[in-house]
């Protein structure tokens, strides 16, 4: 029993962090879709475990490991040509409907298996409370050494689709392994000589696989990074740099480097030192090369990508690459070497990896290292030399209030590539005819940022129109509160049947969400009341374990994705952690007595989310894995002393009893809270309420314990 409960942990874990890898990577980087994700995985999991623990139906746990070591590549592979057979351009962004939908049901087969597992591994003891825990205690450690494999191999020596197929392997060979252990030699030794095999035979066909989704291209190198998916693709003499499914940078393409890069300059002079937050090789070195006096330094966290463009001779040579974080950059950064002009070209905010550059705190953080009459200068995509719509309008609108908050003056240029312009100095007086000489004195002969269209582009009428729009809202953005996200949601659904009315009924007609505290005060209430006390309100502990658990799992994933930029690769890591920290805490909640373990759990559960409400705010981002690793410990612990609590009120006595359905029960629990709180409140309550709402639910709990004890 032992020796399964450990592989299905860890293969449902390394399944489920290797397929969250591979959706956000084929589905443009975004991360709402994690949420979507794991209401699929966890669905799916409760179906498999309600469905394992019928008397009925029987498998061995040998023949569901086997057929989900066929299922799980085959997945991969599936999620990362469904984007090409969706969408008619590569990179072209798959509505919101039909990503959400893919993600839920490509979770769905590995899911169906692990739930399974899960029922038929506790039916092989005999009392239930006692199986169950011991197959939760298992299944924990395989998870935890499942999701530590995959944040140290997975990128640095392995890829995604490779680690599946090494997964896999490894769960074979250790499930058809002797049982005494002093004879695994041999596995250990196949395992060793499978990594190797893997390491080389598997990337071709990795990257047959990303030729075939890129047929009308050639494939010049496809890696992952700790950020994402990358691929290099060229066509004629077009190199194209694709991030996570997402077209990044073209070069050339003078038209956006021009943008990019000469605007500021007709503020703050030719002679400039510049950061650059984003990548320079794609056309803003070479133009930069063409400027005399500007020193620009381009920071960017991915050291892989740096060394395959460099393999690939672009870039100019004018610009200092830094392969750094850039918060933890700017935090460092010399106070005296100050720079005129930051330049943000993070792309539109369609992911919380990106836009977290568009905040008040990241505004604030530039502050720090811009000099006294430094500006701020964001180059959007959004074209406002035509029809300006609702949902533009609100996007540009909120992002000129978050610039305001932080910078007294800001201005803003129309046209094909909206740009935005911010400094505590009054640097953006100047009349167009002065624009129009300092562009002639370049050095450089621009072809769009010059005396022909810069009048053009200034118009009088533009600019009004432009001004007018962006006071369509009173909104801005923050981390606490990321609109923006969900504002380019919005904006984008207007492409889509489904979307166009789906996404304004979420996340504008508020109305419908009140079926939640409604729904959950009516449990509670019918917990305590009810003639089945103890009973009822075992289900209730399971439902409340599973809802604070992954609301607060999916609220750590977001803070830290906006902080340091690293779920990608981190993600593995905080899984494993959390599962770790269920395993030990059912363990020892197994040995005290269950009478006087479930006040104290959830005492803990509700002090650790109310420590981590005043303080997530204020860690540095030096300390800032090591902060969540210990939090998300801390609430497993707690989560698993309730599950053992809940464990032993449902089925104390009762050795009959379907023995996935309290699992099941945690299961629907954790499904609401991997979709309710960051993917639909998040940008509609904030932050802060969504604790305060979690720490309500809590105390709930806590008192229809207290009644029904």
Known sequence: MKRPAFLLGLYSIGGQVLLLRELISSLNGDELFIGTALVGWLLTVAIGAGLGGRKRLSFSPRTLFIAGSLILPISLVAIRILSVLLTAIPGEIIPFSTAALISILMMAPVGIISGLLFAFVAKQ????????????????????????????????????????????????????????????????????????????????????????????????????????????????????????????????????????????????????????????????????????????????????????????????????????????????????????????????????????????????????????????????????DRYLSVEKKAILSDLHNTLNRSFRFVHEWPGEMTLFFASNDSLFELPTDSLVTRARQFGYSPQYINDNYLPDRLQPEKEGRLAEAISASGEFNTVGRPVLIIRQALYRARAGSVDKWLLPFIYENHLWLLIFPVGFILMFFSAATGRRKRRRVGLCLYFMAGLISLSLELISFYLFQSSAGSLYSEMGALIGVFMLGLSLGTYMASKLDPERLEIPSIFLILFTTLLFLLTHDRVSIHALLYYYLFFLFTVALATAAV?????????????????????????????????????????????????????????LTLAVSLISS
């Open 125 to 384: 003891g005999y009392r239930p409370s006692e199986s169950i825990i011991q197959t939760y205690l298992f299944e924990g450690f395989g998870a935890f050494v499942g999701g530590i494999l995959i944040t140290l191999l997975v990128g640095t020596f392995f890829s995604t689709f490779s680690m599946a197929i090494l997964l896999v392997i490894t769960v074979l060979a250790i499930l058809l392994s002797p049982s005494d252990w002093r004879k695994w030699w041999p596995t250990a030794i196949l395992i060793l000589i499978a990594a190797v095999i893997v390491k080389f035979a598997v990337p071709p066909v990795d990257a047959n696989i990303d030729q075939w989704k890129y047929r009308l291209y050639k494939v010049e190198t496809s890696f992952d990074t700790p950020y994402g998916h990358q691929v290099i693709l060229s066509r004629d003499s077009a190199i194209t740099l694709m991030t996570d499914n997402t077209v990044e940078a073209t070069f050339p393409d003078i038209m956006t480097a021009e943008n990019i890069l000469l605007p500021p300059l007709l503020y703050s002079g030719d002679s400039a030192r510049i950061l650059l937050i984003g990548r320079s090789e794609f056309g803003l070195a070479q133009l930069a090369d063409s400027i005399k006096g500007l020193n620009m330094t381009a920071i960017d966290p991915r050291a892989k990508l740096t060394a395959e463009i460099n393999r690939l001779n672009l870039g100019g040579s004018s610009a200092v690459r830094i392969d750094d974080e850039p918060f933890r950059f700017a935090g460092r950064a010399s106070l005296v070497n100050r720079y005129d002009i930051i330049i943000l070209n993070c792309g539109e905010p369609d992911n919380y990896l990106g836009g977290r550059f568009l905040t008040e705190r990241f505004f604030n953080v530039c502050r720090r290292v811009l000099k006294e009459k430094g500006m701020i200068f964001i180059p959007t995509h959004y074209d406002t």
């Open 643 to 699: 599950f053992v609590a809940a464990t032993n009120r449902y089925y104390f006595g009762r050795s009959e009893s379907n023995r996935g359905l309290g699992y099941a029960f945690e299961i629907v629990g954790s499904s609401i809270g991997a979709l309710l709180p960051i993917t639909i409140l998040l940008p509609i309550i904030g932050l802060t309420w969504i604790l305060v709402s979690l720490l309500a639910v809590i105390i």
